[in-house]
């Protein structure tokens, strides 16, 4: 009895905690509407265009200089407020259930979901978020690992994707 009682709670709490993660995210045209944040992501990365159904394109890497002009643009093409993540914002994108192994999503080895986020480069992504330890540098998130790091400088060039408040 014990045992069947701990499997029904192990069932129901699994269930759960990905019915959480998947009801957080709602995705709308070239956005992905993130109501536990209340924020929006663009659903592609930088330099990528959406078709309706995908991402195509090639992902742009970028210094933070050059992001800079990118939000600009951003701002121009598609209304305004829009942003580098924080840590906390772009690591919640990681999809540890997706993890299989040594490997992360079997289709294209990327942690992120690739229904929300299709075609995402299997890379570091920028942050705005310095590092308060290590000066000069900001966090990043690879989604290819599903890591985060604090040691790379604003000189560097990393994939960007944008997000605004809603």
Request: proline content about 4%; glycine content about 6%.
């Amino acid at each position: 009895m014990f045992k069947k009682i701990t499997w029904i709670l192990i069932v129901c709490l699994n269930f759960t905690s990905t019915s959480v993660f998947a009801s957080s995210f709602y995705p709308k045209d070239h956005i992905v509407i993130d109501l536990s944040r209340n924020i929006e992501w663009l659903r592609c990365s930088v330099g990528q265009q959406w078709t309706g159904e995908t991402c195509t394109g090639n992902t742009i890497l970028m210094d933070h200089a050059t992001i800079k002009e990118a939000i600009k643009i951003a701002d121009e093409q598609l209304g305004p407020s829009w942003r580098l993540p924080n840590l906390d914002e772009l690591y919640s994108l990681v999809c540890k259930r997706c993890k299989t192994g040594e490997k992360f999503n079997t289709v294209n080895n990327v942690a992120i979901s690739s229904k929300l986020f299709p075609n995402t480069d299997p890379r570091a992504y920028w942050t705005g978020e310095r590092n308060s330890i290590t000066k000069g540098s900001y966090w990043t998130v690879n989604f290819f690992t599903g890591h985060k790091f604090g040691r790379f400088f604003p000189e560097q060039d990393m994939a960007v994707r944008l997000v605004r408040d809603r």
